[in-house]
């Protein structure tokens, strides 16, 4: 009976966990971390468990309260969502841990008790969006998921995360208003919300206005959700403000969910056959795309501040993901999702490397790295890996992803992406190699001497899932064939045009 | 039916990872045992095995493939691997430790590498391995001679991986062996002769390997010039320019040597001319001359790993690595006098020593082939080595010098060299020994009439030229390093050449590039501020003309300030207010952009 409802447990399942730890905290502050950590723990379980449960049987079809699709709300899991659902809640359960002790120093004390609630209505939502398969339901967790967000960026002690959050808050609200516009237009055509039945209707009317502008919307939309440039000026203060769990959580688990939203309603919704035969638009987003790697590389160099740089590599990531996801072919579709996993694994091991150099030393910018790595051997030694894993360096899995979206512009002929992607190797490497540089080769300047010669590498919580994450970087290149072996059918899926 | 096997290469770099498990004895008796365990490993192999690993969709890495050719390398690889961890016994940093098996572990790799993939990763990291092992060497100039070894091995393995990807477009194929003629071949030719130091290409040799550790120079003389030829042999045999590139390393390597007072650059050049030989053997490409090019392979690591480890145990001893400077060793040193006669004996082909039958057989293959000219220039080389070695055993041992200091060297040194010594003479006086581990089957007769003459020519031409000298210089005879000032100023013509209007345009060469890189580096550090100090300087003129004096000082002003603070940080633009004007601008971009057309 149980297994059944798998697929609606996962949303439940934080939700009862974000009250039980709000009226837990009540009582007892301590306990709100283990009830998140066993919360996120539990869910992890079930999200394997439904990818198992998707790859031997074949998508799973889940009807909320018994309604039939078209009226009721229909949750789906195919080979896509399961695999995001995995992917984030990995990173949500190291995040979890890793806050552990980190928030302890970023937030007041009296904040800790609703920052777990925050965080778990966050991954609540998260989930909600990977598994539903109604539009509007979707919606519905987006929004909660982003208010969760805005309200953690802002729970930092710095005056300039409450500006962060409030730019963050604008702009989020008209990517959101955006998203409801387009969902409106689609309704108004059809008459239903649900994408698959969506999906069926829209065909004859794809040469109506009324869709083609509901589509960009949708684009517009989650461009910003997404920070793809040039709509990403709340990214780079919200990431580099918001306490530092926050940081590797939002910068992980938030953007890859837009770019989830993304793939659903370009590919799912609309088809392939839509958004490249009917309409001229994937060329454009590809050639924004491309421009947001290498804006986003460029603005990384200027950066002095070490998680402010990792902002901008994000936009620039953010970008290959996009290019592969907007070249729509098989091969660079695969690259744009397996660079979700890995631009997962490494931007979440490279924001708790700098939230643990913060942690130690209280050190930010990258002058202040000088010599860190004597100190803090184990943090520097995965800020390294995780790095060369951005460069692209083999056998890291940056490079497989790279790879394959090279390949798939390669194969649509489209040969200056590959340009474009080598390109920003080289950039990508520039702004990396110098705090690589910094962390090993030099000399601590002497009035940082103190706090570098003092640091040492964070206390467990915090370090293991770094390293973990570090490995992942490896070890994820070395097999990549485990997680292939479930984006290949899930890309099948989406542009077989079911 | 294939059967598996375990690749020898993954026991020395596994292994490798856990040096920094053990400690003391333990981590000594750990080291040894995985070399051992390899060399087993390696012993357990029988043609025609595999390993094949899967890698991405559709592709398979082959660590795995064995024939005759790739176990003789592979049986003297291994073999020296474990001779070179005993003599590297008292050698207690972690980090030679683990790169010293790295090696170890690279070479077996590249021997066995069935694909060219894999081939490349282990051809790459033996030029790591390598190179740290150099750095560790204690001399000044290692850290740059590391450097300069490891830009010219980037070089190699880019042109490496160059001709695998032309060759696997043309061909569709990943298996090692002949490549596609035209560039692919091209690049091929040239990453083979960074490795195997062809004559141009050869410079890092006795640059780099004089400044590594005692015991780095035996694990180094071994691998990175053999794993070439193996390479040579693999992909292309029989080719004449490069049986005549062959010879003229042969000669210039001598020479070369003859005119060294270091040592160990002495024993490089050395190298530089014995692998001549191999390259020899393997372009003239005949049966004969193959089996004799990876024969000499095979006799000359054993000697060559020999006098590298008896010149580091002098060196170890004495801490001086001048011949001019050494000297009066033989009663102090017996034992390692004993090891380096029994090398210099092997590597000059005296007849009852390895290098003998070898030498001898690429020569005879020239012969063969009517190659009159190569012949002449093995035989040739065959002289100057012999005096190089009469003269190398005369001043480190024999010759005057009172002010030594030296000791014997330890038990594992002792016990490597004598394993090593061993087998130079067990293979010279056996030769079927190794006869039956070469890829073609042999018929050859080394101790033959010819061969023996030939030989014997070559003693009375060194003979009468050492005669020639020692009559010359009896008198001075205390003034030993004059007698090297003789071929020194021979060579100096051509030395001066190549030191002062070569090195001049180098450094020019090098000063623009610096420039130009700094020039580089300058504008990376800040892209987008050093792109507008460039534009505004240049245009600077421009705007003086359209705007008022008043604003065109402020922005003068400006600019200088800008420069000053370079490379700065800039806050690119936030608010609300400009992202919701470029939201409404990209709406505008995607409308126009759709209904353009379907309007």
Excluded at chain 1, 55 to 61: A, E, R, V, Y
Excluded at chain 1, 285 to 297: M, Q, T, Y
Excluded at chain 2, 106 to 129: C, N, Q, R
Excluded at chain 2, 521 to 537: E, G, H, M, R, T
């Amino acid at each position: 009976m149980i297994p059944d409802h798998l697929t609606i447990l996962i949303v439940i399942i934080p939700l009862l966990g974000a009250y039980t730890t709000l009226l837990a905290g009540w009582v007892k502050r301590r306990f709100c971390f283990p009830i998140a950590m066993v919360t996120i723990c539990i869910q992890f379980c079930i999200s394997l468990a439904l990818l198992y449960q998707v790859m031997k049987t074949g998508p799973l079809h889940y009807n909320l309260g018994n309604w039939l699709p078209p009226w009721g709300i229909e949750y789906v899991i195919d080979p896509l969502n399961g695999f995001v659902l995995v992917v984030l809640l990995f990173l949500s359960l190291l995040c979890c841990m890793y806050s552990k002790r980190s928030i302890v120093a970023e937030i007041e004390e009296k904040k800790i008790v609703g920052f777990y609630t925050v965080f778990l209505l966050l991954v609540a939502g998260v989930c909600g969006i990977a598994v539903t398969g109604d539009l509007f339901n979707l919606y519905v967790f987006l929004e909660i998921s982003s208010l969760a967000a805005y309200a953690l960026v802002a729970s930092g002690r710095e005056k300039k995360a409450l500006f962060a959050s409030f730019n963050y808050l604008i702009m989020g609200s008209v990517s959101a208003c955006f998203i409801l516009i387009g969902i409106g237009h689609l309704y108004i055509a059809t008459g239903t919300l649900n994408m698959a039945d969506l999906a069926r209707l829209l065909p004859p009317l794809y040469g109506s206005p009324l869709i083609q502008s509901a589509f960009i919307f949708f684009i517009v939309g989650l461009s910003i959700k997404t920070a793809l440039f040039p709509l990403h000026l709340w990214l780079p203060d919200a990431y580099s403000y918001a306490p530092s769990a926050v940081s590797a959580l939002i910068a992980t688990v938030m953007s890859k969910m837009g770019v989830y939203a993304l793939i659903r309603i370009l590919f799912t919704v609309f088809t392939p056959a839509f958004i490249i035969m009917e309409i001229p638009i994937m060329e454009l987003f590809c050639w924004i795309a491309a421009i947001a790697i290498i804006v986003g590389s460029v603005l990384a160099i200027t950066q002095t501040d070490l998680k402010m740089m990792l902002a901008y590599s994000s936009i620039s990531q953010m970008g290959y993901i996009l290019l592969g996801i907007g070249i729509a072919n098989s091969v660079a579709m695969t690259g744009g999702i397996l660079h979700i996993l890995n631009h997962a694994v490494m931007k979440g091991c490279l924001f708790m490397v700098a939230g643990a150099i913060i942690y130690a030393t209280g050190l930010r910018t990258i002058d202040d790295l000088k010599g860190i790595s004597r100190t803090m051997p184990l943090t520097a030694a995965a800020f390294f890996i995780a790095a060369a894993s951005m460069i692209g360096i083999p056998p890291t899995v940056g490079f497989m992803s790279k790879w394959f979206i090279a390949l798939g512009a390669l194969e649509s002929g489209q040969w200056f992406f590959v340009v474009i992607i080598l390109a920003s190797s080289l950039l990508t490497a520039i702004y990396f190699w110098r705090v690589f540089e910094y962390m090993y080769f030099r000399e601590p300047d002497m009035a940082r001497q103190a706090a570098v010669a003092g640091a040492n590498d964070p206390p467990a919580s915090m370090l293991v899932p770094i390293l973990i994450l570090a490995a992942a970087c490896i070890l994820c290149g070395i097999f990549v064939a485990v997680p292939l072996e479930v984006i290949e059918p899930s890309v099948t899926r989406l542009l077989g045009g079911n | 039916m294939m059967d598996m096997a375990i690749p020898p290469a993954f026991i020395p770099i596994a292994g490798a990872l856990l040096v920094p498990v053990f400690n003391g004895n333990k981590r000594k008796a750990y080291l040894l045992a995985v070399s051992v365990a390899a060399l087993i490993a390696t012993f357990m192999l029988v043609p025609g095995v595999e390993f094949n690993l899967p890698f991405l969709t559709g592709y398979t890495l082959a660590l795995l493939h064995v024939d005759t050719l790739s176990l003789v390398v592979g049986y003297i690889f291994a073999f020296i691997g474990v001779v070179a961890m005993l003599y590297a016994f008292r050698e207690e940093r972690t980090g030679h430790q683990i790169a010293a098996l790295v090696q170890i572990g690279s070479g077996l790799g590249i021997v066995f590498a069935g694909d060219f993939f894999t081939l490349f990763i282990f051809w790459e990291l033996l030029a790591v391995s390598s190179v740290i092992l150099i750095w560790y060497g204690s001399d000044t100039g290692s850290r740059d001679a590391g450097m300069r070894y490891i830009l010219m091995h980037i070089f190699g393995g880019g042109c490496l991986l160059g001709a695998i990807a032309l060759n696997a477009s043309a061909t569709g194929s990943f298996i090692v062996g002949p490549v596609v003629p035209g560039l692919s071949f091209l690049l091929l030719m040239i990453a083979i002769g960074v490795n195997a130091a062809f004559i141009p290409l050869h410079v890092w040799l006795p640059d780099s390997y004089p400044r590594s550790s005692v015991a780095g120079g035996v694990i180094l003389c071994v691998f990175t010039t053999k794993a070439a030829i193996y390479l040579l042999a693999r992909t292309a045999s029989g080719i004449e320019a490069v049986a005549y590139m062959g010879g003229l390393m042969v000669i210039y390597g001598v020479v070369f040597a003859l005119l060294q007072n270091d040592v160990r650059k002495l024993l490089s050049y050395h190298i530089v001319s014995q692998v001549g030989y191999m390259v020899a053997g393997i372009g003239i490409g005949t049966a004969l001359a193959i089996n004799g090019g990876i024969a000499h392979l095979f006799n000359h690591i054993l000697y060559k790993a020999l006098l590298f480890m008896c010149i580091g145990a002098v060196i170890a001893a004495t801490g001086r690595h001048n011949l001019s400077d050494l000297g009066g060793l033989a009663r102090k040193m017996p034992v390692t006098l004993i090891a380096c006669v029994v090398a210099a004996a092997a590597i000059s082909g005296v007849p009852g020593f390895n290098g003998f039958i070898s030498k001898g057989m690429v020569i005879g293959a020239a012969a063969q082939e009517h190659m009159v000219f190569l012949e002449i220039a093995l035989i040739v080389g065959s002289i100057g080595t012999l005096l190089s070695f009469v003269k190398l055993t005369y001043y480190i041992f024999f010759a005057k010098n009172d002010s030594i200091e030296a000791q014997e060297a330890p038990l594992p040194m002792l016990l490597a060299m004598g394993i090593a010594a061993f087998c130079c003479i067990l293979y010279g006086l056996f030769p079927s020994l190794l006869y039956t581990l070469l890829p073609f089957p042999v018929d050859y007769h080394a101790f033959g009439i010819a061969h023996l003459i030939e030989t014997g020519i070559v003693g009375a031409a060194a003979a009468v030229i050492l005669f020639l000298g020692w009559k010359l210089f009896v008198p001075k005879e205390k003034r030993v390093p004059e007698f090297m000032e003789i071929y020194r100023a021979a060579g100096n013509g051509f030395v001066w050449f190549c030191f002062s209007p070569l090195t001049l345009t180098a450094q020019a060469l090098e000063s623009v590039q610096n420039r130009v890189i700094g020039h580089l580096v300058w504008f990376s550090q800040n892209p987008v501020v050093a792109l507008w100090i460039l534009v505004i300087s240049v245009f600077l003129p421009l705007i003086c003309l359209i705007l008022p004096g008043k604003n065109v000082s402020a922005l003068q002003e400006n600019l200088a300030q800008t420069k000053k603070s370079y490379p700065g940080n800039i806050r690119p633009i936030q608010g609300s207010g400009y992202g919701l004007f470029l939201v409404s601008l990209l709406l505008l971009v995607y409308f126009i952009s759709v209904f353009r057309i379907s309007i």
